[in-house]
């Protein structure tokens, strides 16, 4: 039976704070840090025979595969196998991506996977890969959101991203009458994860079971989507991912790499060895879609907004999922008339699908931008006027509370740090030598699901407590928070705890994704080691509603014996899980916070350089603030880019992203990212989990780069609303120089 939270937490053994909510160290950090945390590809005692499979993707972004010759490719030195369509054998599709793994012979988008050469060695497959003859015939496709904003309906309801309509009050008629509105069109273009690690897989078939070593965010969602697309039993299959070098969503599930590193195990008897080259990572996985976003907003005179309207649009796959960039906008400001429509297109560009933060980092990259144009309009400061909207119930339903809502909090802190209070109001007022500069803010929020999860505890002979669940790390410090759990649960130091992760073998949790991994699986942690606590005390004889666990001993009245000794008799081995009641019903849970930035423009070239940057966080408990820090100033980075680099460009002829690698699509580096400092709100939300812990991964992107595209308009008096703010889309406004 699991754990059941189903009413606000008290005072538990988390609140002892001992270990909890410090800045302990990596766990597995010495690993990376020496390089011998071994990741997917580099896997060396699961094959020895491991022979390599490469990837050829289409030529075409829509149409059908004519012919295929593979006779060349077979007869080429060192081939095991070539798969295609023709002896793939019949593949399906995921309950969470809509994209084919195969060309099976229709071809959906470009470098959609046409074959799979396996070979002795990745040259020989490479080379191969050259000698497929595949003759296609094209079809015309469909590439240019612009294009298809008139015909695009409402979108279907999905399973996640919420109403795709909403409606409270009368919008329209409380627009029509405002004395101050905004009502203006933003774009966020189509946005890659990029991430260091390619998607990497290695597969070996015992018999009917499969194994694959792979670079995977959750492994329940890994095990369902892979025997769906293989048609094979779920028990059939068992994941490893125990360290993942970047995901930000685009590695939430199976992509071409896992399952096709499956079909070509398959047909070459012996294990392989996957991964994808950079250009089908950008144009065959999935990536964050362009949206074109139209916001609406009213306010009296007094600043009080009376109407907020924000409509979206996105394009994807045929039956894929609209981008939810309405999300943030349903909860973060009051106002009593409201609506919110997402539209969704058909495209012929590889999926869109989950990126960091999605729905809140696009949607509020307008909603924050349209906010300080109205601010503006009112003569009202920024801060101010987000401080007097502010809400503590649910905008859509006032009979709903916030969990907990220190957003006020965090935008005082915040000002009060950054030194808002030196800011000029009036655009391109400040210089600096050559450089106009300029301060913009803007509100963050993000949503905080959590879900099942549960967790295995062992206490061995020696007082040694090893956690197994199947969580993934993705660079985020899951091993180390769940190490931290364990030891304030039980009163042990954290070097006699030993996490291990990334195995679908072990209890199920909800992973690495959406912000709700940390606070689902400690919550996991919290519940098993609660089941420990009670069979530790049965095995001591004392009573478990007064024993104490501190300093490895485990006490009770004037009774005192150490905590290994529950283990003389053997091992003592408890799993639980920690089940979820209706609370996020009763109770809106989100995560709230402010970004800051500081540019300069360059007067005469229009060249834009981020200063610095402040972000104030509220996540309920900080599990740990180094960590915590890491994930924030992460998102601002990644922010940082969304704002003024990142675009994937589209090829509307050809329907292909043109920049599909790290040379042709621009993230930050170091020389464009300044000191970044992170403040975190004291906080704790009793509703969310016994831990009273929030993620804070997603929240740490949302509202960076509308602030700093505010920042920009503060120095320069140009507003830019279609992303990235480049400065070709500056320099004809700029202000006079002499």
Known sequence: MAMKFDT????????????????????????????????????????????YGYILGAAVAKGRIASIDTREAERAPGVVAVVTHRNAGRLGT????????????????????????????????????ALVRVEYTRFAGRFDLEAAVGNAPVAPQMPFGGPTETEVGDFEAAFRDAEFFVDETYSVPDQAHAMMEPHATIARWDGDRLTCWTSIQQMNWGTRDLAAILGIPRENVRLFSPFIGGGFGGKGTVQADLALA????????????????????????????????????????????????????????????????????????????????????????????????????????????????????????????RVLNDTQVDPENPGRPFSSRP????????????????????????????????????????????????ARVHLGRDGMLTVEADMTDIGTGSYTIMQQTAAEMMGVPLERVVVRLGDSSFPQTPGSGGQQGAPSVTAGVYAACMALRDEVARRLGFNAS??????????????????????????????????????????????????????????????????????????GRILNPKLARSQVIGGMTMGIGAALMEEMAVDKRVGFFVNHDLAGYEVPVHADVPHLEVLFVDELDPVIS?????????????????AVANAVHNATGVRVRHYPITLDKLIAEMPEVA
């Open 407 to 454: 957003f006020v909090r965090a935008l005082r802190l915040g000002a009060e740090r950054f030194g808002w209070d030196t800011r000029v109001a009036t655009p391109g007022r400040v210089r600096d030598g050559d450089w106009f500069v300029g301060m913009g803010m803007a509100g963050a929020i993000r949503a905080a699901p959590i879900a099942k999860a549960g």
């Open 94 to 129: 995921g309950e969470f991506y809509v994209q084919r793994m195969l060309a099976a012979p229709d071809v959906d988008h470009y470098h959609q996977p046409v074959a799979v050469v396996v070979a002795e060695t990745f040259e020989q497959a490479r080379a191969a890969s």
């Open 546 to 619: 007064d024993a104490e666990f501190a300093d490895g001993m485990v006490r009770s009245g004037n009774r005192s014996l150490p905590l290994a000794a529950a283990a003389e008799g053997g091992d003592v081995v408890v799993e639980d899980a920690i089940e979820f009641g209706d609370l996020s019903k009763r109770f809106a849970i989100q995560t709230f916070g402010a970004h800051f930035a500081e540019v300069g423009v360059h007067a005469w070239t229009g060249e834009i350089r981020v200063r610095r940057m402040l972000a104030a966080c509220a996540a």
């Open 690 to 706: 016994p831990v009273k812990a929030k993620g804070i991964g997603e929240l740490g992107l949302t509202g960076v780069a509308p």
């Open 8 to 51: 606000p937490a008290g005072m538990n053994p988390i609140d002892r704070m001992t270990v909890v909510g410090r800045p302990v160290d990596r766990y597995e950090g010495r690993l990376k840090t020496t390089g011998t945390a071994t990741y997917a590809h580099e896997q060396r005692d699961v094959g020895p025979d491991a022979a």
């Open 262 to 385: 499956a079909v070509a195990a398959r047909a070459a008897r012996r294990p392989v060895k996957l991964a994808l080259q950079r250009a089908l990572m950008f144009n065959a996985t999935i990536h964050r879609p362009k949206t074109i976003q139209r916001v609406r907003l009213a306010a009296s005179r007094d600043g009080m907004l009376t109407a907020v309207g924000h409509e979206s649009w996105s394009g994807n796959l045929d039956g894929g999922r609209t981008e939810p960039t309405t999300l943030s906008t349903r909860a973060l400001y009051a106002g009593p008339n409201r609506m919110t429509r997402v539209h969704l297109a058909t495209l012929d560009l590889a999926e869109g699908n989950a990126m960091r933060a999605p729905g809140e980092a696009p949607g509020l990259m307008a909603l924050e931008v349209a906010m300080d144009e109205l601010a503006e309009k009112l003569g009202i400061d920024p801060i101010e006027f």
